[in-house]
Nanobody, 115 residues
Framework: QVQLVESGGGLVQPGGSLRLSCAAS????????MGWYRQAPGKERELVAG???????NYADSVKGRFTISRDNAKNTLYLQMNSLKPEDTAVYYC?????????WGQGTQVTVSS
């Protein structure tokens, strides 16, 4: 059973930066794709950024130019570098990995952007 554990969330002022990490219990190279999602209070969970096994990335329009997703296969870790954070980025951020038809989720990490 694959486990994903997020870390790196916290409280940051508008304009600040955070880097989220998602550590996998096994090789992330076996995932077909991985991604970061977020869910704000009262809203549906949404895709923030994704990366394929081959390295192709995609981003939500709201974070393009500010967030960068990357994966380190040697460390079995997925990252999300978040710059120029805005209050509307406040949410619980989740890591997801997909293998064929199976999806694996982490427990989430809270990101709060506030002055």
């Amino acid at each position: 059973q694959v486990q994903l554990v997020e870390s790196g969330g916290g409280l940051v002022q508008p304009g600040g930066s955070l880097r989220l990490s998602c550590a996998a219990s096994g090789s992330i190279f076996t995932f077909d794709a991985m991604g970061w999602y977020r869910q704000a209070p009262g809203k549906e969970r949404e895709l923030v950024a994704g990366v394929s096994r081959g390295g192709t990335t995609n981003y939500a329009d709201s974070v393009k130019g500010r967030f960068t997703i990357s994966r380190d296969n040697a460390k079995n870790t997925l990252y999300l570098q978040m710059n120029s954070l805005k209050p509307e980025d406040t949410a619980v951020y989740y890591c997801k990995g997909t293998k064929v038809v199976f999806a694996y989720w982490g427990q989430g990490t809270q990101v709060t952007v506030s002055s």
